[in-house]
């Protein structure tokens, strides 16, 4: 709890007075491919995650995705945080004879809901694991990569830039082309967020 009370410390007062903008608007993203009852599945690079919680602030609920942690005291230490924040979060079971990846499919697959993953969690950092694609192929995702780009934050070396949100910071969200979840592969959902960041710039 006095973790997830330092992170909410942290992060309310930027979450409150950011300003945030989504490139093409997430409605506009979001509008030919969520009616037709399919989930989605944001992902994006790791060092993005303090701002991506800033992105879905201002998002209808029925775009709103869950994200995904496990019951390990690292990813909880953040959890109570991330919900307090609006985006409800999902745990999966480190030690069970179910996969995380199984266990994320059948989740999705029973509740219907969007996920936002992170797909270098753990490192390599910058590199997409294979779940990413296993899950949007198990429950026919629409699938989305997203970078964000933050001016008034705090940087930190390491890991890989990671980077927390300044007061009053402006952060522009850019979503690349939905694609298909039975058309997903690694290299797909890597080549798709590379040349994202390619468009918009390294940040």
């Known amino acids: 709890m006095v973790s997830n009370l330092a992170v909410v410390a942290s992060v309310y007062v930027p979450w409150r007075t950011a300003q945030i903008r989504w490139t093409p608007p997430l409605d506009d993203v979001t509008r030919p491919i969520v009616d037709g009852g399919r989930p989605v599945i944001y992902y994006s690079w790791h060092k993005y995650e303090p701002f991506l919680l800033l992105a879905f602030r201002d998002i209808p609920a029925r775009l709103t995705p869950h994200a995904i942690g ?65 899950i949007a192929h198990a429950v026919d995702a629409w699938v989305i990569p997203v970078v964000v780009r933050a001016y008034g934050r705090l940087s930190l070396p390491r890991p890989w830039r990671y980077g927390f949100p ?38």
């Open 70 to 134: 496990h019951d390990g005291i690292a990813s909880r230490s953040l959890q109570h945080a991330v919900s307090w924040f609006g985006v409800p979060v999902w745990v999966y079971r480190r030690r069970s004879p179910v996969t995380p990846t199984q266990q994320i499919i059948r989740m999705v697959q029973e509740q219907h809901h969007h996920v936002a993953l992170v797909p270098d969690a753990g490192g390599p950092y910058g590199r997409v694991k294979p779940g990413l694609a296993e």
């Open 166 to 203: 300044l007061p009053f910071c402006s952060v522009a969200v850019h979503a690349g082309e939905p694609f298909e979840g039975n058309a997903a592969t690694v290299d797909r959902c890597q080549h798709a967020l590379d040349a994202l960041e390619t468009r918009v710039g390294r940040g």
